[in-house]
């Protein structure tokens, strides 16, 4: 199977597609599962689709370009987890195309073939994950489109224009997702690696990343937002610490596939015999990028299967050395098959009935069902962390994200931070206030005003707009 791919007819692409939406497509029709951090999106853009502006009107960290894509996702077909579930596995298809394409065109290996592209998507279809649309696989595609111009060989004064490009596809990545901006160090590299006049390419690539960024605030300056933009989004605090949002065996279990051909890829990779310059050079480059991935992985708030999607592209670059290896061919083809099988079964598992026996846990990523339903068709805000009431119900105010919510909820004997609250409120009022944290004593107690028009319900914790 894996000689069939090691070629770049036409028909490989399209049995490759064939494969992809094979794997993919089944699923799709079983039905989509919903889940809180669609959800939540979902929110940030249905809120921008109705005329809010990002960070004035909506507190929520998102950045922008992802903001971006899911006004538009709402405005072209509203709250669907299917349409975003489509949208990634277009966008998850797309990197593995680009990344191959980059590859063969600069001649990174001594032959032409789509087993990168295999590879990325293959382990790309691990875990239902991968397939959900979030900022870290938006600014993914940004980070691939970036290579081919990073690795440029720039003499001075000739396509320097190539370097300020990468920098800009690097800008435009971490404006999809804040982190990403590590990838800069990449840049970085790769200017050490390929261009000329080192110092000159780095200001000339360090230019082109900064540029979309003072575009922004231009626009958030004009719109009196620029502070919010700050506030919010770009000076939040890096968390330092590992935080798995779903069990660290599951995290293990999963990512073991794509960890063991990753181990033989490098491996092999360093076994190979000596090639071109420029060959050698690149591999160094992925070598950093492997290295930044990890960091970024592990610098994050919360680390879930969905965070890993960003080592795919090294992945699909050692695995090509293992798989075109010097090995017998079906070594080679039974280790894909049973990676292909595995990457089935952990798919598959709930509809095949044998999670029980893999023992591996998604509830802290799905939504589930508000206790109370209800409900139904109104407009509400949540005081705490369980968005679950909005999936059929529409919020009101700023205060989608509860964590930073708490510049205003979690300093109510601050006058500024009660005032904002009021002024807030004063233009939005939700019917239903859902308190998950016990707060409407003290609202009702220091606005009167605002929370004093809103009445106890027969549902502990949930109050109705007088």
Not at 71 to 87: E, M, T
Not at 115 to 144: D, K, Q, R
Not at 332 to 359: C, D, H, K, P
Request: charged share 15%; with cysteine.
């Amino acid at each position: 199977m894996i000689s069939y791919f090691r070629s770049i007819l036409p028909s490989r692409l399209f049995m490759l597609v064939l494969l992809f939406v094979a794997i993919q497509l089944p699923l799709v029709l079983l039905g989509v599962r919903p889940t809180a951090p669609e959800l939540l999106h979902m929110l940030v853009g249905e809120r921008l689709a109705d005329g809010h502006a990002m960070y004035r009107d909506i507190y929520d960290n998102t950045a922008p370009i992802s903001a971006l894509v899911f006004w538009l996702i709402d405005l072209v077909a509203g709250r669907s987890f299917l349409a975003y579930r489509l949208v990634s596995m277009a966008l998850l298809l797309l990197q593995a195309l680009l990344l191959n394409s980059i590859l063969n065109r600069h001649s990174v290996y001594a032959t032409k073939d789509y087993l990168p592209a295999l590879l990325y998507l293959v382990v790309g279809s691990l875990s239902f994950e991968f397939n959900m649309l979030t900022p870290l696989l938006i600014g993914n595609t940004f980070l691939i489109l970036s290579l081919p111009y990073i690795i440029t060989l720039n003499r001075e004064g000739y396509e320097n224009n190539r370097l300020f490009v990468g920098g800009f596809m690097l800008g435009l990545a971490a404006m999809s997702y804040l982190p990403l901006a590590l990838f800069l160090l990449v840049g970085i590299f790769a200017v050490i690696f390929f261009a000329s006049n080192t110092f000159r390419s780095t200001m000339l690539m360090l230019c082109g990343f900064l540029f979309p960024y003072a575009v922004l605030i231009t626009y958030y300056m004009y719109t009196n937002t620029s502070q919010e933009f700050l506030e919010l989004h770009l000076l939040r605090p890096w968390q330092l610490n590992v935080s798995f949002l779903r069990p660290p065996s599951d995290v293990a279990k999963l990512m073991a596939i794509p960890g063991f051909i990753l181990l033989l890829s490098l491996l092999s990779a360093a076994s190979q015999p000596q090639r071109l310059v420029f060959q050698v050079k690149f591999q160094q480059l992925m070598w950093v990028w492997l290295a930044v991935s990890m960091l970024v992985i592990f610098t994050r708030d919360e680390i879930t299967i969905a965070t890993f999607i960003i080592i795919l592209p090294p992945v699909a670059y050692f695995g090509e050395f293992f798989f075109t290896s010097g090995r017998k061919g079906w070594i080679i083809n039974s280790v894909f098959l049973a990676m292909l099988a595995t990457v089935l079964v952990m798919r598959y598992r709930l509809a095949l009935g044998i999670n029980e026996y893999l023992q591996m846990d998604e509830s802290p990523l799905l939504l589930a069902e508000p206790l109370q339903p209800t409900i139904q068709n109104s407009t509400v805000l949540v005081l705490g962390n369980d968005i679950s009431y909005y999936m059929h119900n529409k919020p009101l105010t700023p205060y989608l994200n509860w964590s930073l919510a708490q510049r205003h909820f979690g300093n109510l004997s601050d006058y500024q931070a009660v005032f904002e609250l009021h002024e807030n409120f004063r233009d939005e009022m939700p019917q239903f206030l859902v308190d998950k944290v016990g707060l409407m004593p003290e609202l009702t107690y220091k606005l009167p005003d605002i929370f004093g028009r809103y009445e106890a319900t027969a549902d502990a914790g949930i109050y109705r707009l007088k």
